[in-house]
């Protein structure tokens, strides 16, 4: 257990009844909630009858994860750090308006589940597939890094170590989200929210009390170490907060996260009309009032440690790991009960984040790759048949696969996180490698110019290669004898030599398809090779907010040119269209039969 200043453990029993509590209460709160979801529309869609307030609430609970209550304020904390961060709220709210006045409206023109559903119709039935198969490569590996984040916090309050930590997390959510579905996740997520806040007002409240003589000394304080700097417009793209980062490349960041990503977009698709969806898409840019609660901490524990430095204990755990400083000023700080509320609310940030992916990743499976071979499946394994058999228990099952998936990944996260300058850092650059080509392919299906998503095959591959090499450089790896090989350099190189190859093979006198390929893997080399120079001599690369635009943009360009022109909306049979919507279309089928002709006397 981590120590003291004293030397004495801090977190007690005290602390663990407050965290049982409150999982006790919203597990059962959660349940009652829940209400009967004896539909896979009440499921995944909570009926439809959620109020906007309460999804808006889900969305920014979902928003703030773990990653922004622990991470944000290291940033701050950190030697160098300031506000800069809350540059990229801009992008954030610039993103809300074009989703709540232009995708909204289109996603309402039919009863939908997602995204995905939308671009199926659009631009052909294979596009379902390759959009679905994104979000949940790009769903596990961001998703995963959330869940390390917050295993990292239990592991320095409460001595556990990091597995134990996040499969704990994994546990929790899945019973939540077993729960009642999407009503039990948003109307969980409202409770989570409001813990959350109150733990972050409270360490806030405590960082200026204990620290200095009060709220002028703090600020006075942290002023002085130039901590409240918030605008920066230098050009440097290797910079990952500046003012144009904010404007020109976090907004494709979240037109992907919101419009695209299903565990954010599912909460609009919940709405009782376009309206309500409008109104919870656009409320949710209060996150970013979140955001500077948490920075304003940040700076606010830099005051306290000024007058209480860390013990040779924690200075160490710090310098290991400066994302901890949180947590040890949770349990050195705080008083008996109130760590674990503070606890209790990080832990309930990562539950609240990772439900919802649990609940997006089992319809998107559900919908894309198993709906009507659902009995085909389960025929020979008599004794789940019954379980299976049903589209709600099937999606109990995968909410349960995809919980250890989940749980796989963040584990893995704990050999990656060093490669990053924080967790935060490391959540972005997991999930760029899809969020460009999720956003780009919804693009291409709201544009007026239809065309199909036969350029896909192409475009979604060499766009992931090139996100790969723009964000990776110098993975050096031991070779034979004392030499060594950059791994980067190899994947890179040997991936564009592949999809130049195919794209030779399968194009054989195309010379538009063949110019395109060619010219995509030219950007892939020259986005690998790409270095920032300083006087210094020492090589930088593009910040991660840039990759956002670079997938969204070679995604588009290579989709669009090697698309062919179609006729418009398909009509697809969606695979969570249950039996009583295809008896009411039979019905109406029926109704618009032509009656026969009277016999002739």
């Known amino acids: 257990m981590l120590l003291s200043a004293a030397g004495q453990p801090s977190f007690n029993v005290i602390d663990w009844a407050v965290i049982g509590g409150y999982l006790l209460l919203t597990t059962i709160i959660g349940a009652k909630l829940a209400g009967k979801q004896s539909t896979i529309r009440d499921f995944f869609l909570g009926g439809r009858k959620l109020p906007w307030w309460a999804i808006c609430g889900s969305i920014i609970a979902t928003e703030i994860s773990a990653a922004t209550f622990v991470i944000v304020p290291a940033i701050v904390f950190q030697e160098g750090g300031d506000f800069r961060y809350l540059q990229l709220g801009i992008g954030a709210v610039l993103a809300r308006l074009v989703i709540g006045f232009w995708f909204v409206p289109k996603y309402y023109e039919h009863e939908i589940y997602s995204p995905y559903d939308y671009a199926e119709r659009r631009l052909g039935s294979s596009v379902k597939k390759i959009t679905t198969g994104l979000f949940l490569v790009g769903g596990i590996l961001g998703q995963g890094a959330r869940v390390y984040i917050t295993a990292l916090v239990l592991s320095t309050v409460a001595d556990f170590d990091l597995v134990t930590s996040i499969w704990a997390i994994g546990l929790f959510s899945v019973g939540w989200t077993l729960l ?38 703090t600020i006075y304080a942290a002023a002085a170490a130039d901590k409240f700097r918030l605008w920066d417009l230098g050009t440097n793209p290797s910079l990952k907060y500046t003012l144009w980062c904010g404007l020109l490349a976090t907004p494709f960041l979240s037109l992907a996260a919101f419009g695209t ?91 609240s984040t990772l439900d919802s992916t649990l609940a997006a990743l089992s319809q998107s499976t559900l919908s894309a790759f198993i709906g009507p071979r659902v009995k085909s499946l389960v025929g020979k394994a008599r004794f789940l048949a019954k379980f299976l058999s049903s589209e709600i228990g099937l999606s109990k099952a995968l909410v349960v696969l995809w919980g250890a998936v989940l749980c796989l990944v963040a584990t893995a996260c704990i050999a990656i996180a060093d490669l990053h300058d924080n967790a935060v850092d490391l959540a972005f650059v997991l999930v760029s490698y899809t969020y460009g080509p999720l956003l780009a392919i919804l693009l291409l299906a709201l544009l007026p110019v239809k065309r199909d998503g036969s350029g896909l095959v192409w475009a979604v591959p060499t766009t992931v290669v090139a996100i790969f090499g723009v964000s990776q450089h110098n993975l ?126």
């Open 180 to 217: 009642g579905g999407m009503t039990t996740v948003i109307w969980t997520d409202v409770i989570q929210f409001v813990v959350l806040m109150t733990g972050a007002l409270f360490a806030l409240g405590f960082a200026i009390t204990a620290g200095s003589g009060g709220v002028g000394d």
């Open 476 to 601: 050096n790896v031991a070779w034979f004898g004392d030499s060594t090989i950059d791994l980067a350099d190899w994947i890179v190189w040997g991936a564009s030599a592949t999809i130049l190859a195919l794209g030779l093979i399968r194009s054989p006198g195309d010379v538009r398809r063949v110019a395109v390929i060619v010219f995509g893997v030219l950007a892939v080399l020259f986005l690998h090779r790409f270095e920032i120079v300083h006087a210094a001599g020492e090589p930088e690369y593009l910040a991660f907010p840039w990759f956002f635009p670079i997938g969204t943009a070679m995604t588009f360009g290579m989709a669009f040119l090697l698309g062919k022109p179609t006729d418009g909306d398909r009509e697809p049979k969606t695979a969570t269209q249950g039996r009583g919507d295809r008896n009411i279309s039979r019905k109406k089928k029926k109704k618009t039969k032509p009656k026969s002709r009277p016999k002739k006397r």
């Open 261 to 351: 990503d299903q565990v954010m977009a599912q909460r609009v698709f919940c709405c009782r009309n376009k309206r309500d969806a409008q109104l919870a898409i656009f409320a949710s840019s209060l996150s970013l009032v979140v955001t500077v609660i948490m920075l304003l901490l940040g700076a606010a524990m830099y005051v306290y440690f000024q007058h209480e430095p860390f013990s040779a204990n924690e200075q160490a755990l710090y310098d290991g790991k400066n994302d901890t400083v949180l947590p040890i000023f949770i349990v050195r700080a705080l008083p008996t009960g109130v760590r674990g509320l503070i606890v209790a609310a990080i832990f309930a940030s990562a539950v």
